[in-house]
C-alpha cells in the first residue's frame, strides 16, 4: 500500500471539490482525507499503486465544471499512520502563507433549475435555490476559508433537512454554504407606496403586477438592485429614461432561458449564444433583427442590443412568469456603483421606481453585470463584473514585491499582484463621485484581506489629477507611475508574453502623454516597460478643453480650424460667442493640443449631424458605426502618412473633411468610408514601421477599439498582410484594462531596470 499528500490550488474553494474528492476516493477505493486549508485542499491517502494513479489524474481531469484545480504539491503524508480504512472531509483550517482564490458568482445550474420547477420539490419556486455547484460567491464572502460562518449566510440557521443535505458528503449539497430552502432561508419583500407585501409567492405575485401595469420595479439581485420594467412598452421605457435619468444611453434587456422571444428580435451567432449561455451569464451585445418589436427608446440610435439571460433563480421566476422581456438595468446613477443596501436603494430611487423588491440575505460587496461584444468571432469583455470577477491571470514574470494597481479615472478597476499572480476588481465605475470613491478605497483593502496580501508598491495613471493617482500619492508606499497608453499596450501584451517585439496601436479618448499633450492616436513600438512613441495622428487643439469629451461639435470645429476650413456653427451661438470661440482657439486659450482618434471619431459624427452634445460616453462614436453597419461595398480615403521632425510617422486625418463635405455621397457611405480609412491609416502606419523594426506582433489597445466594425475590418488588414494581430480577450480593450496593464508595466520595469 503507498501513501501520498497532495495540495491542490487555484479555483477549489466554494466549487464542491472537497465532496467531489470525497466520492471519488469512495469510488477508487482509496482512503484518507480531505479539507479545506489556506486558499488549497489538502488531501492525503493511501491505496494501491493503481488506484492512487487514478485518483490523482481524476482530481484534475474529473473536477467539477466550475472548479479550476492546480496540483501545488505531491509528496510523502505528515500522518500517514492516522489514516484508518476510510475517507473522511476533515475540518477547515488557516494555514501558513495564504493561497487563496475567490471564486466568483455563479449562475444557476440545470439540476436546481429542475427542482426550481418541480411542484413536488420542497424548493419549488424557491429565488434562492443554489447547491455547491452554482449561486453566489463573491457577493456574499466575507472571509477565507470559504465557510457558511464567513459568509452573509451565516445568520440564517439550516432547519434540519438543509442541515442533512449540508453534512452528507454524497449529497450536492454538502457544504453549499449559501444552502438554504422556504422554511429557513432568505426570503423576499414587495415594496409599492404604502403596500408592503412579505412572502416569496406574495412578493413575485404583486411585482409582476406592477410590471405589467407598465411601472419600474427596483429588485435586488445577486450583486445588487436592476431597474425593471416592460422592454416592449414605450411610455414604460420612456418613462424610466427621463425619471433615471438616461436620456440615450442603451438599456440592457432580459430574456427568458429558452431564447424563443430574443430569436425574433436579434440575428445571433453561435459565438453569441455560446457568451449568453456561459456560466458568467454575462450582458452580451447581440444585432437586432429589423422590426424587433421592442420599445424604440431601448437602445435609440443604434442596431445592438445588449442582452441576458437569467442567471439567479429570482430572476429566472420573473422572467418565466412575466413572459416576455423586460429591460434590467443597474439600479444606480450613471457612472457610479450599483445600490446593494435596501434603505439607500428605497432613499436615492424613490423618484426612480414605482416599487421595490427586496430580500434579507445581506449582499456584501456589490458586482455590476459583465459586458461583452463579440469582436473577430471571440466574445470580449467591455466590462468586468459579475461571474468574471475577481479575475485572475497568470504574470509572465513573479513579481518581486506585492503591488497593487488603482487604474485610471473612468472605467476604473483595481488590480492585486503579488508573486505570479494578479487578480483584477469588478468595474468599480467612474471616480468622479464619492460613492464611486469610497467602493474603490474598500474594495483595495477588501481585495488585501480576501488574500491575504499586504501591497508594498501602488502602480498609478501618470495624470495629476485622476482620483486613483492622487490615492495612489496619498499612501506611505513606494509610487510607480505609468502612461496611460503604454499600460493600454502592456494590457495586451500581457496576455500574449510569447511576443517580444510589439507594435501596440493605442487608440483612446484622451489620456496623458509625456509630452504634456493629450494623447490617444498613438503607435508604440517595443515591449512592457520599453515602449518608445514612433506614430501617431496629426495633432489639433481642442477648444474648450475637457468640454471636447461632452460635446463633439468642438473637435469638429477643431479638426476644420486646423485644417484651414470654416466650421459652420450652430444657429444658436450668437455671433459674437463663436467670433470669441474661434479667437481663444487661435490664441491657444483653454485648448488642450491632442492626437486622440476618438476625438476624430467625435468630430466625424458631429460633422455627419448625428450629435453634437452627449448624454453618455462614447455616444457619438457609437452612433457613427451603426450608421456605417448599413453601407454596402465601402472605399476609403487616403490618409497621407510622413516623418515629422522628430521622426514620428504621422497619419493626417484632414482628407476625411472633404469626404464628409461631398454632397455627392450619402451619410452612411460617408460613415463607412471613415471606418475603412482609419483601419487602413493603421495598415500603413504598420507595414510602413515593420519597414524599419523587426515587429513579432501587432496590439490594438485603447477604447476606440470597442468599436467592432474598426476593430474588425482592422484585424482582418493586418492579418492579410501577414501581421500576427491580437486585441484583448480577457481583458478590456477600455480604460478597465488600465490596472492589469500597470501591472505588467510594473513587472517588467522592475524585473528590467534598464
Same mark, same amino acid.
Given at each position: 500500500?503507498?501513501?501520498?499528500?497532495?495540495?491542490? !490550488?487555484?479555483?477549489?474553494?466554494?466549487?464542491? %471539490?472537497?465532496?467531489?474528492?470525497?466520492?471519488?476516493?469512495?469510488?477508487?477505493?482509496? $482512503?484518507?482525507?480531505?479539507?479545506?486549508?489556506?486558499?488549497?485542499?489538502?488531501?492525503?491517502?493511501? !491505496?494501491?499503486?493503481?488506484?492512487?494513479?487514478?485518483?490523482?489524474?481524476?482530481?484534475?481531469?474529473?473536477?467539477?465544471?466550475?472548479?479550476?484545480?492546480?496540483?501545488?504539491?505531491?509528496?510523502?503524508?505528515?500522518?500517514?499512520?492516522?489514516?484508518?480504512?476510510?475517507?473522511?472531509?476533515?475540518?477547515?483550517?488557516?494555514?501558513?502563507?495564504?493561497?487563496?482564490?475567490?471564486? /466568483?458568482?455563479?449562475?444557476?445550474?440545470?439540476?436546481?433549475?429542475? +427542482?426550481?420547477?418541480?411542484?413536488?420539490?420542497?424548493?419549488?419556486?424557491?429565488?434562492?435555490?443554489?447547491?455547491?455547484?452554482?449561486?453566489?460567491?463573491?457577493?456574499?464572502?466575507?472571509?477565507?476559508?470559504?465557510?457558511?460562518?464567513?459568509?452573509?449566510?451565516?445568520?440564517?440557521?439550516?432547519? *434540519?433537512?438543509?442541515?442533512?443535505? %449540508?453534512?452528507?458528503?454524497?449529497?450536492?449539497?454538502?457544504?453549499?454554504?449559501?444552502?438554504?430552502?422556504?422554511?429557513?432561508?432568505?426570503?423576499?419583500?414587495?415594496?409599492?407606496?404604502?403596500?408592503? &407585501?412579505?412572502?416569496?409567492?406574495? #412578493?413575485?405575485?404583486? $411585482?409582476?403586477?406592477?410590471?405589467?401595469?407598465? #411601472?419600474?420595479?427596483?429588485?435586488?439581485?445577486?450583486?445588487?438592485?436592476?431597474?425593471?420594467?416592460?422592454?416592449?412598452?414605450?411610455?414604460?421605457?420612456?418613462?424610466?429614461?427621463?425619471?433615471?435619468?438616461?436620456?440615450?444611453?442603451?438599456?440592457?434587456?432580459?430574456?427568458?432561458?429558452?431564447?424563443?422571444?430574443?430569436?425574433?428580435?436579434?440575428?445571433?451567432?453561435?459565438?453569441?449564444?455560446?457568451?449568453?449561455?456561459?456560466?458568467?451569464?454575462?450582458?452580451?451585445?447581440?444585432?437586432?433583427?429589423?422590426?424587433?418589436?421592442?420599445? /424604440?427608446?431601448?437602445?435609440?440610435?443604434?442596431?445592438?442590443?445588449?442582452?441576458?439571460?437569467?442567471?439567479? /433563480?429570482?430572476?429566472?421566476?420573473?422572467?418565466?412568469?412575466?413572459?416576455?422581456?423586460?429591460?434590467?438595468?443597474?439600479?444606480?446613477?450613471?457612472?457610479?456603483? &450599483?445600490?446593494?443596501?435596501?434603505?439607500? $436603494?428605497?432613499?436615492?430611487?424613490?423618484?426612480?421606481?414605482?416599487?421595490?423588491?427586496?430580500?434579507?440575505? /445581506?449582499?456584501?460587496?456589490? #458586482?455590476?453585470?459583465? &459586458?461583452?461584444?463579440?469582436?473577430?468571432?471571440? $466574445?470580449?469583455?467591455?466590462?468586468?463584473?459579475?461571474?468574471?470577477?475577481?479575475?485572475?491571470?497568470?504574470?509572465?514574470?513573479?513579481?518581486?514585491?506585492?503591488?497593487?494597481?488603482?487604474?485610471?479615472?473612468?472605467?476604473?478597476? &483595481?488590480?492585486?499582484?503579488?508573486?505570479?499572480?494578479?487578480?483584477?476588481?469588478?468595474?468599480?465605475?467612474?471616480?468622479?463621485?464619492?460613492?464611486?470613491?469610497?467602493?474603490?478605497?474598500?474594495?483595495?483593502?477588501?481585495?488585501?484581506?480576501?488574500?491575504?496580501?499586504?501591497? +508594498?508598491?501602488?502602480?498609478?495613471?501618470? @495624470?495629476?489629477?485622476?482620483?486613483?493617482?492622487?490615492?495612489?500619492?496619498?499612501?506611505?508606499?513606494?509610487?510607480?507611475?505609468?502612461?496611460?497608453?503604454?499600460?493600454?499596450?502592456?494590457?495586451?501584451?500581457?496576455?500574449?508574453?510569447?511576443?517580444?517585439?510589439?507594435?501596440?496601436?493605442?487608440?483612446?479618448?484622451? !489620456?496623458?502623454? *509625456?509630452?504634456?499633450?493629450?494623447?490617444?492616436?498613438?503607435?508604440?513600438?517595443?515591449?512592457?516597460?520599453?515602449?518608445?512613441?514612433?506614430?501617431?495622428?496629426?495633432?489639433?487643439?481642442?477648444?474648450?478643453?475637457?468640454?471636447?469629451?461632452?460635446?463633439?461639435?468642438?473637435?469638429?470645429?477643431?479638426?476644420?480650424?486646423?485644417?484651414?476650413?470654416?466650421?459652420?456653427?450652430?444657429?444658436?451661438?450668437?455671433?459674437?460667442?463663436?467670433?470669441?470661440?474661434?479667437?481663444?482657439?487661435?490664441?491657444?486659450?483653454?485648448? @488642450?493640443?491632442?492626437?486622440? #482618434?476618438?476625438?476624430?471619431?467625435?468630430?466625424?459624427?458631429?460633422?455627419?449631424?448625428?450629435?453634437?452634445?452627449?448624454?453618455?460616453?462614447?455616444?457619438?462614436?457609437? %452612433?457613427?458605426?451603426?450608421?456605417?453597419? @448599413?453601407?454596402?461595398?465601402?472605399?476609403?480615403?487616403?490618409?497621407?502618412?510622413?516623418?515629422?521632425?522628430?521622426?514620428?510617422?504621422?497619419?493626417?486625418?484632414?482628407?476625411?473633411?472633404?469626404?464628409?463635405?461631398?454632397?455627392?455621397?450619402?451619410?452612411? +457611405?460617408?460613415?463607412?468610408?471613415?471606418?475603412?480609412?482609419?483601419?487602413?491609416?493603421?495598415?500603413?502606419?504598420?507595414?510602413?514601421?515593420? +519597414?524599419?523594426?523587426?515587429?513579432?506582433?501587432?496590439?490594438?489597445?485603447?477604447?476606440?477599439?470597442?468599436n467592432r466594425l474598426l476593430a474588425e475590418r482592422t484585424l482582418a488588414l493586418l492579418d492579410a498582410e501577414g501581421f500576427a494581430a491580437h486585441l484583448g480577450e480577457r481583458i478590456p480593450c477600455n480604460d478597465a484594462g488600465l490596472s492589469f496593464g500597470q501591472v505588467v508595466e510594473y513587472a517588467a520595469a522592475t524585473s528590467n531596470p534598464s
Open positions: 500500500m503507498a501513501a501520498v499528500r497532495w495540495v491542490v !490550488g487555484g479555483r477549489v474553494q466554494g466549487v464542491g %471539490y472537497r465532496p467531489f474528492v470525497y466520492r471519488l476516493a469512495h469510488r477508487l477505493g482509496v $482512503a484518507g482525507t480531505v479539507r479545506n486549508g489556506a486558499g488549497v485542499v489538502e488531501i492525503e491517502a493511501h !491505496g494501491d499503486d493503481d488506484a492512487l494513479a487514478a485518483f490523482a489524474e481524476a482530481l484534475i481531469a474529473e473536477a467539477p465544471a466550475i472548479a479550476r484545480p492546480q496540483l501545488l504539491e505531491r509528496g510523502a503524508p505528515t500522518a500517514a499512520d492516522d489514516i484508518d480504512e476510510g475517507f473522511r472531509i476533515l475540518p477547515s483550517r488557516a494555514g501558513e502563507a495564504p493561497r487563496n482564490h475567490v471564486p /466568483p458568482d455563479y449562475f444557476t445550474c440545470p439540476d436546481c433549475l429542475a +427542482e426550481l420547477a418541480d411542484p413536488g420539490n420542497r424548493r419549488y419556486r424557491y429565488p434562492f435555490i443554489n447547491c455547491a455547484q452554482c449561486g453566489p460567491r463573491y457577493t456574499l464572502i466575507r472571509a477565507l476559508p470559504y465557510d457558511r460562518a464567513a459568509t452573509t449566510m451565516a445568520g440564517f440557521t439550516l432547519c *434540519p433537512e438543509c442541515r442533512r443535505e %449540508y453534512e452528507d458528503p454524497l449529497d450536492r449539497r454538502f457544504h453549499a454554504e449559501p444552502v438554504a430552502c422556504p422554511t429557513c432561508g432568505p426570503q423576499l419583500a414587495f415594496v409599492g407606496g404604502d403596500e408592503r &407585501v412579505a412572502g416569496n409567492e406574495a #412578493a413575485l405575485t404583486a $411585482a409582476v403586477g406592477m410590471l405589467r401595469a407598465g #411601472a419600474t420595479v427596483a429588485v435586488k439581485g445577486i450583486g445588487g438592485y436592476h431597474l425593471l420594467c416592460d422592454a416592449r412598452n414605450e411610455t414604460a421605457v420612456a418613462r424610466l429614461r427621463a425619471r433615471k435619468p438616461r436620456p440615450h444611453k442603451p438599456l440592457a434587456v432580459l430574456f427568458a432561458e429558452d431564447l424563443r422571444d430574443l430569436h425574433r428580435v436579434a440575428d445571433l451567432s453561435p459565438a453569441h449564444e455560446a457568451a449568453l449561455r456561459a456560466p458568467e451569464r454575462p450582458i452580451v451585445l447581440v444585432p437586432l433583427r429589423d422590426g424587433h418589436g421592442l420599445a /424604440p427608446s431601448v437602445c435609440p440610435g443604434l442596431n445592438e442590443l445588449g442582452v441576458l439571460l437569467p442567471y439567479s /433563480p429570482l430572476h429566472h421566476l420573473l422572467a418565466a412568469d412575466f413572459d416576455g422581456p423586460l429591460v434590467a438595468t443597474s439600479a444606480n446613477p450613471s457612472g457610479e456603483p &450599483v445600490l446593494t443596501d435596501e434603505a439607500e $436603494a428605497e432613499n436615492r430611487l424613490a423618484d426612480v421606481a414605482d416599487a421595490f423588491v427586496h430580500h434579507n440575505r /445581506p449582499i456584501e460587496r456589490p #458586482a455590476d453585470d459583465s &459586458v461583452l461584444r463579440v469582436v473577430a468571432g471571440r $466574445a470580449r469583455p467591455l466590462r468586468l463584473g459579475r461571474g468574471l470577477t475577481p479575475l485572475e491571470l497568470e504574470l509572465p514574470q513573479p513579481l518581486s514585491r506585492p503591488l497593487l494597481a488603482v487604474g485610471g479615472h473612468l472605467k476604473n478597476t &483595481v488590480a492585486l499582484a503579488w508573486e505570479n499572480r494578479v487578480v483584477i476588481s469588478p468595474h468599480l465605475g467612474d471616480l468622479d463621485g464619492p460613492r464611486a470613491r469610497d467602493l474603490f478605497a474598500r474594495t483595495i483593502a477588501d481585495l488585501q484581506r480576501l488574500y491575504g496580501v499586504r501591497a +508594498e508598491a501602488v502602480a498609478c495613471d501618470a @495624470h495629476p489629477d485622476y482620483a486613483s493617482t492622487r490615492w495612489a500619492a496619498a499612501q506611505a508606499l513606494p509610487v510607480h507611475r505609468v502612461w496611460h497608453h503604454h499600460a493600454h499596450a502592456s494590457a495586451v501584451a500581457g496576455e500574449h508574453p510569447a511576443h517580444r517585439r510589439w507594435l501596440a496601436f493605442a487608440w483612446d479618448g484622451i !489620456g496623458l502623454g *509625456p509630452d504634456g499633450a493629450l494623447w490617444g492616436g498613438e503607435a508604440l513600438y517595443g515591449a512592457p516597460g520599453h515602449w518608445r512613441r514612433v506614430g501617431s495622428l496629426r495633432p489639433f487643439r481642442l477648444p474648450g478643453a475637457g468640454r471636447a469629451g461632452r460635446e463633439p461639435w468642438r473637435s469638429a470645429a477643431a479638426l476644420r480650424w486646423e485644417a484651414g476650413m470654416p466650421w459652420p456653427l450652430d444657429s444658436e451661438m450668437a455671433e459674437g460667442d463663436a467670433a470669441l470661440l474661434r479667437s481663444a482657439w487661435e490664441r491657444d486659450l483653454n485648448c @488642450h493640443r491632442s492626437s486622440a #482618434a476618438g476625438r476624430v471619431f467625435d468630430a466625424v459624427a458631429a460633422l455627419l449631424d448625428l450629435v453634437r452634445e452627449v448624454s453618455f460616453e462614447g455616444q457619438g462614436p457609437m %452612433y457613427l458605426e451603426a450608421l456605417a453597419a @448599413h453601407a454596402g461595398t465601402t472605399e476609403a480615403v487616403a490618409l497621407p502618412l510622413a516623418q515629422d521632425d522628430a521622426g514620428l510617422w504621422i497619419t493626417d486625418w484632414a482628407p476625411l473633411l472633404a469626404l464628409l463635405d461631398d454632397p455627392a455621397r450619402a451619410p452612411v +457611405e460617408k460613415a463607412a468610408s471613415a471606418h475603412e480609412s482609419l483601419a487602413r491609416a493603421i495598415l500603413a502606419q504598420a507595414v510602413t514601421l515593420r +519597414e524599419r523594426e523587426p515587429v513579432d506582433a501587432v496590439a490594438l489597445s485603447g477604447g476606440v477599439f470597442q
